[in-house]
């Protein structure tokens, strides 16, 4: 459960969210297995992924969305994916308050490591990862292809300055960025611009975090943004 933040600025740990779901230790170490051998196989078969780092990762979402059929193997197969992420970045989707069937947006995706983690949590929920570059979405398009498959990650090629919600789109229980300058003091006009878009894709009481914490610190959105548009 994570506690209350009581006003601007205050600070989200780890500790406040502990994961809910343990992986079973044997189908971690099978899923270990399964890559190796998987990766060995695509090698002999003239695929050399086996030492290919940027097939790596694309590698490992394909085996990892093998294991998702129940509940426990979608726990596997979560962690797996955390054990592919920067220590940093596996802290802070460990500190995100997400849960199964929610609608989560990532701001700022870059190739996608964060996005494809947390859609491994998300039940029947759905992440939207979106980045202004269109080199980091191909990137996070090319790694991401199971969880896309799956209905449980979209991409898109958009600001947050920018950000709408499509004809007929849900609005997101939760947005978080990691190093986005508009949303971290670093360029305050387009932070307040983007903060207008954010609130409008955010259900009534939808809640923004960004790094800057202990990892993350909530935005308290001002109330009169709070279900813009």
Same mark, same amino acid.
């Given at each position: 459960m994570v506690s209350a933040v009581s006003g601007p600025g205050a600070q989200i740990t780890r500790a406040q969210t502990p994961m809910k779901a343990s992986a079973s230790v044997t189908m971690l170490r099978a899923f270990h297995t399964s890559i190796a051998a998987e990766g060995h196989r695509r090698s002999v078969a003239g695929r050399n992924e086996s030492n290919d780092r940027q097939a790596l990762p694309r590698l490992a979402s394909e085996l990892a969305w093998s294991y998702a059929a129940s509940p426990v193997d979608a726990a596997c197969a979560a962690t797996a994916h955390m054990s592919a992420l920067s220590p940093r970045l596996a802290e802070i989707v460990n500190t995100l308050p997400i849960g199964p069937g929610m609608r989560v947006l990532e701001i700022g995706c870059g190739p996608g490591a964060a996005a494809r983690a947390i859609a491994a949590r998300l039940g029947t929920g759905h992440i939207l990862a979106i980045d202004r570059s269109a080199k980091a979405i191909a990137q996070a398009r090319q790694h991401a292809a199971a969880e896309i498959a799956s209905g449980r990650m979209s991409l898109r090629q958009v600001s947050a300055e920018d950000l709408v919600l499509l004809p007929g789109e849900q609005p997101f229980d939760l947005a978080f960025a990691i190093r986005v300058g508009a949303l971290d003091g670093r360029h305050p006009e387009a932070g307040r611009t983007a903060l207008a878009h954010i609130a409008a894709v955010l259900? =009534?009481? $939808? !809640? %923004?975090? /960004?790094? $800057? $914490?202990? =990892? %993350? !610190?909530? /935005? %308290?959105l001002p109330r009169w943004l709070d279900g813009v548009g």
């Open positions: 259900r =009534p009481g $939808g !809640r %923004l975090f /960004v790094d $800057g $914490g202990d =990892p %993350l !610190r909530e /935005v %308290l």
